[in-house]
């Protein structure tokens, strides 16, 4: 008997770790699926970077060095220095979504 309720009980925390693993993976997914790389950029580069990115972005660099910056950062010879949007929440393929906004803002 205590070894039926023991197995029930792994069951069920297995069945539970099982369903947060696919909520968390789900979560994830509608997080870079429903990603907006305008409005991302109008909240949080605009001020820097202008409204067509004008400023302090060079579309000459790579769009693997682009999307290095915005993920770890960059410290310019004088401020303001570019946050590192990795630690924010920012992942690789929104990265590449903005550097992609961000040019298309300078043609």
């Known amino acids: ?3 039926l309720k023991t197995m029930t009980l792994a069951t069920i925390v ?3 770790v ?4 696919l909520i968390s993976a789900a979560a994830r997914a509608v997080k ?3 990603f907006d790389a305008a409005a991302t ?12 990115a004008e400023k302090k972005f060079d579309a000459t660099l790579s769009d693997a060095d682009l999307v290095q ?6 410290k310019p010879e004088k401020p303001p220095n570019m946050p590192a949007y990795e630690e924010k929440g920012i992942n690789e393929e929104q990265a590449k979504a903005l550097v992609a906004h961000m040019k298309s803002l300078k043609q």
């Open 18 to 21: 099982a369903g947060f693993a």
């Open 32 to 34: 870079t699926d429903d």
């Open 14 to 16: 297995a069945m539970l």
């Open 69 to 74: 910056i915005v993920l770890k950062g960059k």
């Open 41 to 52: 950029y109008k909240a949080k580069c605009v001020a820097c970077h202008g409204a067509t």
């Open 1 to 3: 008997m205590k070894t």
